[in-house]
Nanobody, 128 residues
Framework: QLQLVESGGGLVQPGGSLRLSCAAS????????IGWFRQAPGKEREGVIC????????NYVDSVKGRFTISRDNVKNTVYLEMNSLKPEDTAVYYC?????????????????????WGKGTLVTVSS
């Protein structure tokens, strides 16, 4: 059974911080790029940030630049998303997703079609 399980979502005030975790079970993340995606009500899912297998490459959307940080711990088989300076527009269900090695250790995709495994999501609500 191959699963990704997100945790850490909740309610946070604008300007606050939140840390999400994505734990893999049934497989190792050693050969997967891992990304965080989000979907707000009425909108399509958006690729937010992704870290490569090597950990040396990160791709992200401009809206989270300087605010979100992704990291991976292969020993714990877990990926983290540190979110700072949160804004109401960050409110969404956040999903982690894994993309299997495609020939590059620096690949960090933000496209739904590139991902092989998905978590069920965790809700982040930014509101005062």
């Amino acid at each position: 059974q191959l699963q990704l399980v997100e945790s850490g979502g909740g309610l946070v005030q604008p300007g606050g911080s939140l840390r999400l975790s994505c734990a893999a079970s049934g497989f190792t993340l050693d050969y997967y790029a891992i990304g965080w995606f989000r979907q707000a009500p009425g909108k399509e899912r958006e690729g937010v940030i992704c870290i490569s297998i090597s950990g040396g490459t990160t791709n992200y959307v401009d809206s989270v630049k300087g605010r979100f940080t992704i990291s991976r711990d292969n020993v714990k088989n877990t990926v983290y998303l540190e979110m700072n300076s949160l804004k109401p527009e960050d409110t969404a269900v956040y999903y982690c997703a894994a993309a299997y090695y495609s020939g590059s250790y620096s690949w960090a995709p933000l496209n739904d079609s590139d991902m092989d495994y998905w978590g069920k999501g965790t809700l982040v609500t930014v509101s005062s």
